[in-house]
């Protein structure tokens, strides 16, 4: 989770700056500066972890290969990898400490939030529309995570912009099934994603299946209000600006409303944040009539 930003009305940048420069401006609302505990006694099944010394590193390298950097920001960095035992496409995701950790127990010490939420959607069975937590380490200043790398794959934004900007309907509702399966398993597991929008889904470039990722700024679902937020400012709901504060439910659907918006117009209903309070957007004119 990135630190905090000063507020600012501007949501985003213009397209043609390409707003998504790096993985910082995915958490400009969030606070972090502590990084908190949360005490989750309920969730009492044992997680499996790895330990590694920054200056001993044999353990993630006997097990893993490491190739290209995928992405870099104020978050960490990812890089492809592959598994040494049977070649799977993996992601190597290298996360700064600092964050969100969470008491569980079979665990001896606090474990980063996402890892823990993680660990939350694959038991007691994963959906093939979220990435799975194949394996994590801890290091001395960070935190590695091996994840699952689907093949050949783009994200849900670069994809769009390979179809001319934006999908047509037809494929943009086959996208959005398979997201609000993904949804719904997450809040099934008590897990709250909190930073759904087209960079954090994966598309198979063949098959069309969409995978979530990044779950950087996710928390435990709960049903009272958060009073903190972790995320992108175009996709958070008007009451954050408006009092401070949100639901998990009613949050997320706005994000799927956002998210939904820009695939089908090309580019995002809210430029500024009194234009997202009072809702003001038009549609194109090549999006079908509401009738």
């Known amino acids: 989770m990135a630190t905090k930003r000063p507020h600012s009305d501007t949501l985003d940048e213009s397209p043609s700056k390409k707003r998504r420069k790096s993985q910082e401006a ?6 972090t500066a502590e990084a908190p505990r949360r005490d989750t006694q309920e969730l009492g099944f044992k997680m499996p972890r790895k330990v590694y010394l920054s200056n001993v590193v044999e353990p993630l390298e006997e097990l893993y290969l490491k190739g290209k950097l995928l992405g ?16 799977l496409p993996v992601a190597i995701k290298y996360a700064r400490k600092g964050g969100m950790q969470i008491e569980m127990l079979g665990v001896d ?14 038991l007691p069975a994963p959906c093939k529309n979220i990435i799975k937590l194949i394996d994590w380490f801890i290091g ?5 995570l ?22 047509t309907e037809e494929v943009a509702k086959h996208v959005l099934l398979q997201v609000l399966r993904a949804l719904r398993h997450c809040q099934d597991s008590n897990v709250l994603h ?9 598309v198979n470039t063949e098959t069309l299946e969409v995978t979530l990722i990044d779950f950087g700024c996710g928390d435990v679902w709960m ?14 709901p008007p009451e954050w600006f408006r009092k401070r504060k949100y639901r998990a439910g009613p949050a997320t ?16 209903p809210f430029r500024r944040k009194r234009a997202l309070v009072y809702g003001h957007y038009k549609f194109p004119p090549w999006v079908s009539p509401k009738d």
């Open 26 to 31: 995915q958490t400009s609302e969030a606070q």
């Open 140 to 144: 001395v200043n960070d935190y590695i």
């Open 146 to 167: 091996i994840l699952e790398r689907p093949d050949p794959c783009l994200d849900l934004h670069e994809f769009c912009k390979s179809k001319g900007g934006f999908l």
């Open 109 to 122: 010490e606090p474990v980063p939030m996402e890892v823990a939420i993680m660990t939350l959607v694959s």
């Open 72 to 87: 870099q920001g104020g978050f960490g960095a990812v890089y492809a990898g592959s598994r040494k035992s049977d070649g």
């Open 223 to 236: 049903d009272d209000a958060y009073r903190e937020f972790a995320g992108t400012n175009a996709y958070a």
């Open 194 to 202: 909190r930073d759904l929008k087209p960079e954090n889904l994966l």
């Open 253 to 268: 659907v706005w994000s799927v409303g956002v998210t939904l918006f820009e695939l089908v117009c090309g580019y995002l």
